[in-house]
């Protein structure tokens, strides 16, 4: 009998946090990735309407897909609490594609041409629409990786009140 009630529970279990952790994988995995499907210069005018009286600047990550180094900023950036939170609390996230079947070219040219610098590539933009800063993501890698204090350093120096003296 406790065998049955042990196998049981087990079961029950199973059958309900199953779906919970698939569900919070799906959300994850689509954290990290670019969609070529977008106007990219359509992203950027809603997410500047999305700012408007919020206190945030758009943080806008431009590459793809294919890009290795993309997925790893993703992923470095999701993974670190510190990072995480300091975007949360200060900057609203636009990803902007490019790859083969999107280059969003509007876009990038809104942007300042910010594919120079090569993928992932980050710009700052205010609430007006205004283009603050481009950062080649390449000054903030350490080894074969990203460097947590220069992530920061970068975070902190482009918030609302740091560029307005606030």
Not at 23 to 47: H, R, S
Not at 105 to 124: C, T
Not at 137 to 152: C, F, R, T
Request: charged share 25%; net charge positive; hydrophobic share 40%.
């Amino acid at each position: 009998m406790r065998k049955l009630f042990s196998i049981v529970l087990l079961a029950s279990i199973f059958v309900i946090f199953t779906p919970l952790l698939i569900k919070a994988q799906q959300v994850n995995a689509t954290d990290f990735k670019y969609d070529p499907t977008l106007d990219g210069l359509k992203q950027l005018d809603e997410a500047v309407q999305s700012i408007q009286s919020s206190n945030k600047q758009l943080l806008v990550f431009v590459g793809g897909n294919w890009c290795s180094w993309c997925m790893k900023l993703n992923r470095f950036i999701h993974e670190n609490k510190t990072i995480d939170s300091l975007i949360k609390a200060d900057y609203v996230v636009v990803k902007i594609n490019y790859s083969k079947e999107n280059k969003n070219p509007e876009a990038l040219k809104r942007l300042g041409s910010p594919a120079r610098f090569g993928f992932p590539v980050l710009a700052i933009v205010d609430e007006r629409g205004t283009l603050l800063h481009i950062q080649d993501s390449g000054l903030l890698e350490s080894g074969d990786g990203y460097d947590e204090k220069k992530i920061v350093s970068f975070l902190r120096n482009w918030t609302v009140k740091a560029v307005k003296g606030i």
